[in-house]
């Protein structure tokens, strides 16, 4: 390591010579760093932190103890191949929290993006993208290839299944297992989880107007309580929503069109 770094490294920390670490970098006691890490000005390890494998870490993270970022994956069909995880700014990655690095069949990268919190024990799986200002809450689990848009809240021992999308501003409540893919905007829970409608008190603290609300409530009608939902497909009311003025309704349209697995299921409470 490179004096010019002006890192900060516990005596008893372990960090490996390829490691590069930028201004500001506070490492630690007991902390382990491989050789293929490198870490953003100002991010701070706080104890018993383990970052491996080809891991890239953005400024301004803190990281507890006990969290384990960059080990291999599980997935069966992993093979050791070269993959990367990259973390971006801003993150708070809590206890005991697990991110793996992709793999060769998911594209070979995990992406996590900015001003995140992970509470203790959650866990992001091998080639999930997880977007900017999201929460994901105590041990909740994201499964291979979960893709998290941009404030989305996961509530705590929730489950998403691989491969399923959460669109931006939804909110997964807690103990909830999501099969399916939820759309923008959303509220879903439930042992195995539907939808139970907007998000409305998520839409309002990050300052959506009633008009808009009012808009995206209508949207929402028409795509999943329509009176007759066997005259017209799921995918034909999309395509009529698709032509609207509103960003937020188009955003919502598109997700719906390009859903692979199928849209999370509505039930009335």
């Known amino acids: 390591m490179s004096k010019a770094t002006k890192a900060t490294i516990h005596p008893t920390a372990l960090v490996a010579k390829g490691a590069k670490l930028g201004p500001g970098v506070e490492i630690g006691p007991f902390c382990t760093v491989g050789p293929n890490v490198v870490i953003g000005a100002d991010t701070r390890l ?8 080809a891991t890239r870490v953005g400024k301004q993270n803190i990281i507890y103890p006990f969290a384990s970022l960059g080990q291999p994956s599980p997935d069966r069909k992993f093979k050791g191949e070269q993959t990367t995880l990259a973390i971006g700014d801003g993150n708070d990655i809590r206890e005991g929290v697990t991110m793996h690095v992709g793999t060769a069949a998911g594209g070979g990268h995990t992406q996590v993006g900015n001003h995140n919190l992970f509470m203790a024990g959650s866990h992001v799986a091998h080639d999930c993208v997880v977007g900017n200002h999201c929460i994901i809450a105590n041990y909740a689990q994201l499964a291979g290839h979960v893709q998290l848009a941009d404030y989305v809240n996961v509530g705590g021992l929730s489950g998403i299944h691989q491969r399923v999308r959460v669109g931006s501003y939804a909110i997964v409540g807690g103990h909830s297992a999501v099969d399916y893919d939820v759309p923008p905007f959303a509220s879903v829970a439930g042992k195995r989880a539907s939808l139970k409608g907007l998000n409305l008190i998520g839409l309002r ?6 008009a808009l609300i009012r ?4 949207a929402y009608d028409f795509l999943f309580e329509a009176e007759d939902e066997t005259a017209v497909s799921l995918q034909a009311r999309a395509k009529k929503l698709r032509r609207s003025k509103l960003a937020e309704v188009k955003l919502l349209a598109a997700f719906v069109l390009g859903s692979h697995r199928g849209m999370v299921g509505y039930e009335e409470e």
């Open 46 to 53: 706080v104890s018993h932190v383990v970052l491996t494998g």
């Open 215 to 218: 808009q995206l409530d209508e």
């Open 205 to 210: 603290r990050r300052g959506f107007d009633s």
